[in-house]
């Protein structure tokens, strides 16, 4: 999942020509990013903050909350030539939501 998420935010950083983009929980904790590692952690650690601070010399910021079994998620970007995270967040839902396999009786037992 994490390789899945990770290769969805590498192609929208690319073609939206984001700086840094990241999906964080909702305690700023890094679940996937692009971009340079430091800045995608503090990205992830800004996420949550109802003020929206501007990471380092970041102009442009764009947060998009979404809800995966019941758990708040954060798409976070910056810098976009093309922002937009509406794509970014589908592809997240369909990621992160896909169905758990069913147990089966035998490996209950």
């Known amino acids: 999942m994490e390789k899945a ?16 983009l990241v999906v964080a929980d909702e305690s700023g904790l890094l679940v996937a990013g ?3 590692f430091a800045e995608c952690e ?8 109802s003020n929206h601070p501007r990471p380092r010399n970041h102009q442009r910021r ?3 909350s979404l809800m ?4 708040s998620v954060l798409v976070t970007g910056v810098d976009a030539r093309e922002p937009g995270l509406d794509a970014i967040v ?9 169905a758990r ?3 089966t009786a ?3 037992a």
Request: with cysteine; hydrophobic share 45%; net charge neutral.
């Open 5 to 20: 998420l990770g290769l969805l935010l590498d192609a929208a950083r690319q073609r939206q020509g984001y700086a840094t």
């Open 42 to 49: 503090e990205l992830a650690a800004y996420a949550p903050l």
């Open 68 to 71: 995966v079994d019941g758990i």
């Open 62 to 64: 764009e947060v998009e």
């Open 106 to 108: 035998g490996l209950m």
């Open 101 to 103: 396999p069913a147990l």
């Open 90 to 98: 589908a592809g997240c839902k369909r990621i992160l939501g896909r």
């Open 34 to 36: 692009s971009g340079h």
